[in-house]
């Protein structure tokens, strides 16, 4: 049996787990919210039956054209062909018995716009195992087509993004032959602007085959994305990530499982939709307890995790310390959030174990050295040197909390984001 063949199999195997699960599971979850507004969902029975078939419907013709489409045509995902028959019929029949629409955070209005009542499952693991199983094989066996065809994983390229900062001298730049070019990220929530993409994937690019790439902070995959399809053959990528819905972004510290579990979706439907899923190996655990499964030394480490200043510094410090010498460690809120700021000052500032090898807005990039006493002072003066540009931030998140936004270009900030 072909690859291609292979492929197709495990497409048809996830098309009848989902057949057989789908409907049932769209139906309790149905009958909840019709419970949960007071209606009976007896009375309800034959528009709910209705609404179930025509979504089935939709989802298995979906699924037949994703299953008999090459995979470099394949612009949907599984997860997608979901939300996309629940956001039909099953949508209306809602709104027609007047159930209320659930207030959405903001990100998951913007990444599924169409799923107004929250109807959508966060992971297939809510349809059942065996979906869960048959989804995770059919996104290893389209990675692993992907790679023999395109020689690595990856989404199809946007082309060579500005390389704004000077590349270490062991690293290839875009344009040459090993420089490669961003993934497109269109669509892949996060804060990592493209200028900060293009630094990540240059050190992603340097680590030589066998070498190990380290993730702490992987959110929805964005920056995931760009390290795995930078990576050489050979170089292990591992993305850290607990995915319980704290320490998530700006002004989201408190867990929250539904969140986090939305994130966990997000994260391995964007992977899958890179061809990268079986590129990755995602430990969802806190940084501080995650160090058992990964083995050492570290070549790469970027740590984009928890802001405040504890883990933040643990980050710094502890996985840090895991880095080999000559490798290198890339900080996102680097004098831009407070916690990581500080961390920073009490690490990569003062201990003159690293030398900092510049800054691409708030991404700042060190690299592991031998301790020398001018080398720290050297270090000391440069994290002194950003201090203006973390202060100026630091008044624009203000100005921006306060609902002062339109003050920011006096600051000379004229984006009115989130600096990062
Ligand atoms: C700013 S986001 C990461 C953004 C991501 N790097 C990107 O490019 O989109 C922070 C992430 O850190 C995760 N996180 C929170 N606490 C963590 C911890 N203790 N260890 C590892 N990750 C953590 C959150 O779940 C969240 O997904």
Redesign the pocket.
């Known amino acids: 049996m072909t690859d291609e063949e292979r492929f197709r199999r495990h497409g048809e195997e996830l098309a009848a787990a989902l057949a057989a699960a789908f409907p049932t599971w769209l139906a309790r979850r149905l009958d909840d919210r019709l419970r949960a507004t007071g209606i009976d969902p007896g009375e309800a029975a034959d528009g709910r039956a209705a609404a179930v078939a025509a979504a089935a419907a939709e989802l298995g013709a979906g699924l037949a054209r994703l299953c008999t489409a090459d995979i470099d045509e394949q612009t949907d995902t599984p997860l997608s062909l979901v939300r996309r028959a629940i956001a039909g019929a099953p949508t209306r029949f809602l709104d027609e018995h007047g159930v209320p629409r659930p207030r959405r955070d903001e990100m998951d209005s913007r990444l599924l716009p169409d799923d107004v009542h929250a109807l959508g499952p966060a992971t297939f693991a809510e349809l059942g195992p065996e979906v869960a199983e048959a989804a995770v094989v059919w996104g290893a066996a389209k990675a692993h087509l992907h790679r023999r065809r395109h020689g690595r994983p990856g989404g199809p390229s946007l082309g060579s993004a500005p390389v704004p900062d000077a590349a270490s001298p062991t690293e290839p730049t875009a344009g040459t032959p090993g420089g490669g070019s961003l993934p497109d990220l269109t669509g892949v929530?996060?804060?990592?602007t493209l200028e900060q993409a293009e630094r990540l994937r240059r050190a992603a690019a340097a680590v030589p085959p066998g070498g190990r790439i380290v993730?702490?902070?992987?959110?929805?995959?964005?920056?995931?994305i760009v390290l795995a399809t930078a990576a050489a053959d050979g170089v292990e990528v591992i993305a850290?990530?607990?995915?319980?819905?704290?320490?998530?972004?700006p002004q989201e510290i408190a867990p929250d499982p539904v969140r986090?579990d939305a994130?966990h979706a997000a994260f391995v439907a964007n992977l899958e939709r890179a061809g990268v899923a079986g590129r990755v190996r995602h430990v969802r655990s806190?940084?501080?307890r995650a160090h058992p499964h990964v083995a050492d030394p570290l070549d790469l480490l970027y740590v984009?995790?928890?802001?405040r200043f504890g883990?933040a510094r643990h980050d710094l410090a502890a996985w840090g310390d895991r880095v080999r010498p000559g490798g290198l460690m890339l900080v996102?809120d680097a004098f831009s959030s407070i916690g990581v700021t500080l961390a920073l000052w009490t690490t990569t500032a003062v201990s003159g174990r690293w030398r900092h090898r510049g800054r691409v807005g708030s991404l700042a990039a060190f690299e592991r050295v031998e301790p020398t006493r001018w080398g720290r002072l050297a270090q000391v003066g440069w994290h002194l040197a950003q201090m203006p540009w973390f202060a100026r931030n630091v008044a624009v998140k203000v100005l921006l909390s306060v609902g002062l936004g339109r003050l920011t270009p006096l600051l000379g900030h004229r984006s009115g984001d989130w600096p990062y």
């Open positions: 929530e996060g804060w990592l993730e702490i902070g992987s959110f929805r995959g964005r920056s995931t850290i990530d607990p995915h319980g819905g704290g320490d998530r972004g986090g994130d806190p940084s501080d984009d995790g928890a802001h883990p996102h």
